[in-house]
């Protein structure tokens, strides 16, 4: 526990306690005030307390990736991303209480464990968002980052076929496939056990054998897409992205993904069954530093026809940004109830994260405070 005695000592503490939301559930130590888990890099500095920057006279969450802190694939092939961030969703063993003791196994190998948890809102719901961020003037303005972001919740048991039929499997119908299929991301291949050097077997820590992806089988899986919403910088901007996909099985090779610097604010970039608007944009120059900022967020996330594909209703955004500049407090309607493509055509809802989602190849280091969080 945290004393006043090593508040004094320990100006920031690291939080070191990972959990994979899809496929663990939290224990007690690894929940963070009661509300969060984190994610990503376990590196000390990557997420800390800070006692030094407080926030309505509490400790906010420092976050910071360095260079060489990216331990994640890409988009693109080469390409790395980093994650520190801490998920308002995930499970503890509680919500599996009173279940059939298979649910929570078959729930790690449809990488649904977090559905069974708390934190996620429905599909098709309205919700109030609020949270604050700390950007010190020190932060690099070429840093590509997403400090906000809200998930979707896709469920690998809607998959499309080697023949190309899309189709939801039920659970026992998915951990049969999953013993034969190595799934990478999306895409199906034939599984392989791991060997060592000397021809055994691999095992992993629990004594089960550790498999690798042969060759690609065919089938693939929903395995989600580009966040509903996003909060980040890039390209020398601040902006707020909107992402919709409309598709029941999200296809991975639709890049539709406004990028800020091109892309006129409200006016979404397209395809067939995408759209991607850049809602907010402001010069990194004229964001504000070396303060608090608060934003208010409203989502009326939009109604999908399910295996229709249709949008039945379109969402809604408004985005209110709230600081003190020179000890006035200035509140700025940064989203003015926009009529808006927002979310994803899934079973399941959306759930927030933040910290610091560092993407595009970008190794510029990444530093700031976040808190204040709350959702109605």
Known sequence: ?????????????????????????????????????????????????DFTNLFDGKPSYRFELKTEDNTLEGYAKGETKGRAEFSYCYATSDDFKGLPADVYQKAQITRTVYHHGKGACPQGSSRDYEFSVYIPSSLDSNVSTIFAQWHGMPDRTLVQTPQGEVKKLTVDEFV???????????????????????????????????????????????????????????????????????KWLTDKDDRCNANPGKTPVMKPLTSEYK???????????????????TF??????????????????????????????????????????????????????YYFKFGIYRVGDSTVPVCYNLAGYSER
């Open 275 to 293: 759209a991607s608007t850049i809602a907010y944009k402001l010069p990194f120059a004229d964001f504000p530093k070396d303060c608090w900022i």
């Open 176 to 246: 049969e496939l999953e013993k034969t299929t190595f799934f990478k991301k999306n895409a199906g291949h034939e599984k392989v056990a791991r060997l060592d050097k000397q021809g055994n077997p691999v095992k992993d820590k629990n004594g089960k054998p550790v498999y690798k992806a042969g060759k690609p089988n065919g089938w693939l899986v929903e395995q989600g897409g580009y966040p509903p919403l996003a909060f980040g910088f890039s390209g020398g901007l601040f902006y707020i992205k909107a992402n919709s996909d409309r």
């Open 296 to 349: 208010r967020v409203h989502i009326d996330w939009t109604v999908y026809g399910k295996e229709a594909e249709t949008i039945v209703k379109s969402g809604m955004l408004d985005v209110r940004m709230d600081y003190q500049e020179q000890g006035k407090k200035v509140s700025k309607h940064i989203v003015d109830n926009e009529k808006i493509l927002i979310g994803r055509n899934d079973e399941d809802g």
């Open 1 to 49: 526990m945290l004393t006043a005695q090593t508040k004094n000592t320990q100006t920031l503490v690291p939080l070191t306690e990972r959990v994979n939301v899809q496929a663990d559930s939290a224990r007690i130590n690894q929940i963070i005030d009661g509300c969060w888990v984190a994610v990503g890099t376990n590196k000390p500095h990557a997420i800390q307390r």
